[in-house]
Antibody
Framework: QITLKESGPTLVKPTQTLTLTCTFS??????????VAWIRQPPGKALEWLAL???????RYSPSLKSRLTITKDTSKNQVVLTMTNMDPVDTATYYC??????????????WGQGTLVTVSS | QSVLTQPPSVSGAPGQTVTISCTGS?????????VHWYQQLPGTAPKLLIY???NRPSGVPDRFSGSKSGTSASLAITGLQAEDEADYYC???????????FGGGTKLTVL
């Protein structure tokens, strides 16, 4: 059974750096084809893909946020960490991590964490 | 502004059929990348509903179906039930952005 859970601060101040941790179980991030992504959703708005890390440590970032994002993994702890610098109130959102699967039917997110709401305010 | 375009809202009475469209471009859906759909019930995380354009994960009722043609895809829900009231998102891959892209979401109201 695959599960993911996000953790991190619920409140950050503008200009601060946000660090979120995704702790997962039920799969290994060393298995070929596996990836873990971060996706966010501002209140009342749409989903936005942020970053993805692959089993081979290859990384992908949303072009619009690339300069502010870093994604890393710790396979020994079954964790993926996302850092986002220079936080702004517009970054207030629920942040999800998700298991990314590759099959003949494409790349999709088949398991999601419950999400963590991060508010950016002074 | 989302890369994939969905209608903001759709509605239907119980038992009816509704369709949600997802329109992309030549760098995503039109380039042949698969479309996937997610259902987000109020206050919960998104859940995979359809993958690979038309495949249902185990446990998803066959009232939900997906299709794709050209630069667009569609999600159809037949026999609407009150529990189907949720937000629905399409997702694909964009070769120009080199990453996943989502639609703006469609709120389904069951009248």
């Amino acid at each position: 059974q695959i599960t993911l859970k996000e953790s991190g601060p619920t409140l950050v101040k503008p200009t601060q750096t946000l660090t979120l941790t995704c702790t997962f179980s039920g799969f290994s991030l060393t298995s070929s084809g596996v990836g873990v992504a971060w996706i966010r959703q501002p209140p009342g708005k749409a989903l936005e893909w942020l970053a993805l890390i692959y089993w081979n440590d290859d990384k992908r970032y949303s072009p619009s946020l690339k300069s502010r994002l870093t994604i890393t993994k710790d396979t020994s702890k079954n964790q993926v960490v996302l850092t986002m610098t220079n936080m702004d109130p517009v970054d207030t959102a629920t942040y999800y991590c998700a298991h990314r699967t590759i099959t003949a039917a494409g790349h999709y997110f088949d398991y999601w964490g419950q999400g963590t709401l991060v508010t950016v305010s002074s | 502004q989302s890369v994939l375009t969905q209608p903001p809202s759709v509605s239907g009475a119980p038992g009816q059929t509704v369709t949600i469209s997802c329109t992309g471009s030549g760098s995503n859906i039109g380039a042949g990348y698969d479309v996937h759909w997610y259902q987000q019930l109020p206050g919960t995380a998104p859940k995979l509903l359809i993958y690979g354009n038309s495949n249902r994960p185990s446990g998803v009722p066959d009232r939900f179906s997906g299709s794709k043609s050209g630069t667009s895809a569609s999600l159809a829900i037949t026999g609407l039930q009150a529990e189907d009231e949720a937000d629905y998102y399409c997702q694909s891959y964009d070769s120009s952005l080199r990453g996943s892209v989502f639609g703006g979401g469609t709120k389904l109201t069951v009248l």
